[in-house]
Each structure stands twice: as structure tokens, then as C-alpha cells.
């Protein structure tokens, strides 16, 4: 009986992340570290014999992908259907039993999808850092990307079979190295460079030259001429950022069917009668997901504003003309510019934010001017009647408006507790008190000769004084 050998690791961690590193949470750790090379034999016979199966690496791969657990089970099924053969032999069986159960362990994967809120926080960040580039004091800028089509990064020597893929080193989100996007930005610019659109001393101010490139078979052979030896070592005066997805990206499993790998060998021709296609599968990120790509000049040149310009329109070219990642031709890594699309949504979630947070701020002061209000009601509420008015009267523009107010003038229908804190305030000796009395009498000090302000309040307020409240004559 054959079983299946634990990982190249230590026991203790084996133990902890399972026979097949199963239970690893992070897609990139993973993959780093827990992919199963074909080097690594994946099983012991029971003659001690060692088990390579030379399909766990691509399973590997596949098992991080979200639908990569109905390819897994498929596979799962050739493997029963194999270990239960009657015309296989004992060690086909055998290894097609190792096989269902290593495929058995690799479905568990604990990282098809990200734990918590990790993707959505991650997107965020990358929403806020593009928002926050394309504003930026300096020469930067944003071009926003929605892929149209599947997108392979990280394709290992052109081999389906070799496929990787660029993920978030906490996150495991795909991403494109800032390396594949100045690539096909300076595929795109030595185009134009050859149409005449742009110059070679634009074109090494951008993305830098060496003395490679002029030498014979260098891709600027042809404007050696024009440069001096000296001058020909240059440091690009663009940097070219890593496109990081803005919107939630789907891993999925994609499928390449080499049809005749033995005749593409050998080029024998017999070879295609009797071969059958032979699938490999690979991961890839799913279309519709929104990429951010950014560019910021970063002194190393001298770039002004217009060539900036420029080499923003070759990105733009790059990524929709000429697509980025593997097998492009076959329609893969092609992206719709939508960076006006999303500044503009962008604008309108601005207003609208702004115009909430305005609102809020209104809600908020008119809540202050009522709770001020309350509390001032309250406490004039506490306060002894002649203390209310003073407070009142203290507050008024000018003794005028006192007498003519509903204190004076309106004096008989104030409440009693009013009433009683006017005359307190009326008999007081001086103060704003005795300068309204004095004003009701006409007997003002700053205008003697005044006539009676208010007669029938100062009868009013003397009749109350005397006859309700009992303390005699007023002043």
C-alpha cells in the first residue's frame, strides 16, 4: 500500500498546514511556497519505491482558483475510475489511488476565497491610492482598465504547463508588475519612435537606454548616429507603476489543448494519427475586473508636461492596442479604456459626498443652535424671576426696546412669576431696572423733559406692586 509523503518541510509545520498545505490561507504563500514540483515524489510504494506524479504542480495551481474545485473533482473522477480499472496494472492502480487521494487533499484549499473583509479592504486602498496619484503636486496620472478579456501574468519561459501568476504578497490578489507595463508602454513607444512620432531623445527620457540598444542588433541600432557613446546610459524619467485591480478580481482555471505534442516534437508525421489532444489547465483572472495603472515622473529625466503626455498615450496604447500578459494574439490581457468613465463616476460620488457632508454639517449646527437653546431655556427656567429678567433686559440693544418689549407694554400678561421679577427689578436702586422705571415715568436722567413714556404700564406695574405683591409704593 502506497502513501502519500508528506511536504519538503519540517513535521511540526506539515502537521499544521496539512499533508498538502491545504489549510494555508494565503494564495500567494502558497504558491510560493507550497507548490508540488514534479521533483518532489509525492508518494512511497510499498516496495519504497518513490511516486513522482507529474501533474501536481498544475494542480498546484489550479486548486487556488475559485472554480478550480469542480476541475479538481473532475480530475478526482478519472482517478477513481483508473484505480478501479481491470486492465490497468497493480502499480497504475496504485498510483491512481495516490493520485485521487492527493487530488482529494488539494480540493480542501483553504484559499479560493479571502478571508474577512481582506479583498474589499485591499480594493479600497488601491481605489484611494489611484484617487490620490492622479492628484498628485507632481507630473502622475491614472489610466483606468477594464479587462475584456482573460488575463496570464507571469507565464514561466512562454510554457502553459510552467504558468504562474503575480499575486498580492498579504493579499493574494492578481496584480501586473510595473515591470509587463513598461514593457508593452515601450513596445508601444518604439513603434511610434519608428513612425517618426516621437524622437529617440524623448523616447530615452521616458524609459532610459543603455548601450545595448544602439549596438547592431539592439532595438535603437538605427539612431546609434544621433546619440554620442557617452550619452547612450540613461535612467527612464517615467516610473511605471503595478496595475493593481480596483474591483474584485476572479481567479479561474483556463484550458489549452495541445493537440499533437509528440508530432510538435518530432515533427514526425506518423505521430498525428495516433495522438489525442492533451488539455493543460492554468490559472488566469477572469474579464470585467478594473485595473488602475499609474505613471509619476520621478526627477531621473527631464520630462515636461507634454512628454508626460506622451508616454501616458503609449500606456493607453499599450493596454488596448496591443494587450499585456500571454498569448494576446489569441485575444488574452486586452483592456477598455474607461478612465473617463471612472472620473467622472468619481466626481459625481464626490458631489454627492460633499453635498452629505454639507447637509450633515447643517443637521449638526442646527442641532447645536436647539441644544443651546434648550439649555439656555432650561437654566433661565432655574433662575429666580428677577434674575430671568435681568438677564433678559441686560441682553437688549438699548433701554427702548425694554420699555416698548412685552415686559412693559404688554405687562398684565406675563405670568405671575414674570410680573413679580419686573417689579423686583423696577425697584432696584440702579442697574437696568432703574433705568427703565425711570423711562416708564419720564423721568429719564439723559432726558429730563421727556414726556410719560408708557402711563398705563406704570399704572399697571404699581397697582401689582402694591396690591398683589404687598411691598408698598414703587420708587
Not at 494564495?27 to 519504497?48: Q, T
Not at 492554468?282 to 499609474?294: Q, S
Amino acid at each position: 500500500m502506497s502513501a502519500i509523503a508528506k511536504p519538503p518541510i519540517s513535521p511540526d509545520v506539515a502537521e499544521v498546514i496539512g499533508v498538502c498545505a491545504e489549510n494555508v490561507e494565503n494564495r500567494s504563500l502558497l504558491l510560493d511556497k507550497f507548490v508540488l514540483h514534479k521533483s518532489w515524489p509525492a508518494a512511497y510504494s510499498a516496495s519504497s519505491h518513490e511516486l513522482r506524479i507529474d501533474d501536481a504542480p498544475r494542480w498546484s495551481f489550479i486548486r487556488v482558483a475559485q472554480n478550480g474545485e469542480e476541475f479538481l473533482q473532475r480530475e478526482i473522477g478519472n482517478c477513481d475510475r483508473a484505480a478501479n480499472g481491470r486492465n490497468a496494472s497493480d502499480e497504475n492502480r496504485e498510483k491512481a489511488r495516490i493520485k485521487g487521494e492527493i487530488l482529494r487533499n488539494l480540493k480542501k484549499c483553504a484559499c479560493r476565497r479571502l478571508p474577512g473583509n481582506l479583498a474589499s479592504q485591499k480594493l479600497l486602498q488601491n481605489r484611494q491610492f489611484a484617487q490620490a496619484l492622479a492628484k498628485g503636486s507632481g507630473l502622475t496620472a491614472v489610466v483606468y482598465g477594464e479587462l475584456q478579456g482573460r488575463l496570464i501574468v507571469n507565464l514561466s519561459d512562454s510554457l502553459i504547463q510552467n504558468a504562474g501568476i503575480c499575486l498580492d504578497r498579504n493579499t493574494g490578489l492578481p496584480f501586473i508588475p510595473g515591470s509587463a507595463v513598461k514593457g508593452v508602454s515601450r513596445h508601444a513607444a518604439l513603434a511610434r519612435l519608428r513612425k517618426g512620432e516621437w524622437s529617440i531623445h524623448e523616447f530615452m527620457l521616458v524609459f532610459g537606454s543603455s548601450e545595448v540598444d544602439f549596438r547592431e542588433t539592439g532595438e535603437l541600432a538605427k539612431y546609434a548616429g544621433e546619440i554620442l557613446n557617452k550619452d547612450r546610459t540613461l535612467k527612464g524619467g517615467v516610473d511605471f507603476l503595478s496595475a493593481q485591480p480596483i474591483t474584485e478580481p476572479t481567479i479561474v482555471v483556463d484550458i489549452s489543448n495541445v493537440h499533437y505534442p509528440e508530432y510538435y516534437q518530432t515533427g514526425d508525421v506518423g505521430n498525428l494519427a495516433k495522438e489525442s489532444p492533451k488539455p493543460n489547465t492554468f490559472p488566469a483572472v477572469e474579464k470585467g475586473v478594473r485595473y488602475a495603472f499609474g505613471i509619476a515622473a520621478n526627477g531621473m529625466a527631464t520630462v515636461d508636461a507634454e512628454l508626460f503626455a506622451k508616454a501616458r498615450d503609449v500606456l493607453v496604447e499599450a493596454i488596448t492596442v496591443s494587450g499585456i500578459g500571454a498569448k494576446t494574439g489569441a485575444g488574452y490581457g486586452w483592456f477598455k479604456d474607461v478612465t473617463q468613465e471612472i472620473e467622472e463616476a468619481a466626481k459625481r460620488a464626490q458631489e454627492v459626498a460633499e453635498a452629505k457632508r454639507a447637509e450633515e454639517a447643517k443637521k449638526a449646527a442646527d442641532a447645536a443652535v436647539q441644544a443651546e437653546a434648550k439649555a439656555k431655556a432650561e437654566r433661565m427656567a432655574s433662575l429666580p424671576p428677577c434674575e430671568r429678567v435681568l438677564e433678559r433686559w441686560n441682553a437688549s440693544p438699548n433701554v427702548k426696546a425694554i420699555v416698548n418689549g412685552p415686559d412693559i407694554a404688554k405687562f398684565n400678561s406675563r405670568t405671575d412669576d414674570d410680573k413679580k421679577g419686573i417689579v423686583e427689578v423696577l425697584r432696584m436702586a440702579e442697574g437696568v431696572g432703574a433705568k427703565v422705571w425711570a423711562s416708564i415715568k419720564g423721568t429719564s436722567a439723559d432726558d429730563p423733559k421727556r414726556k410719560l413714556k408708557n402711563q398705563a404700564a406704570e399704572s399697571e406695574i404699581r397697582g401689582y406692586c402694591r396690591n398683589t405683591l404687598k411691598l408698598g409704593k414703587m420708587p
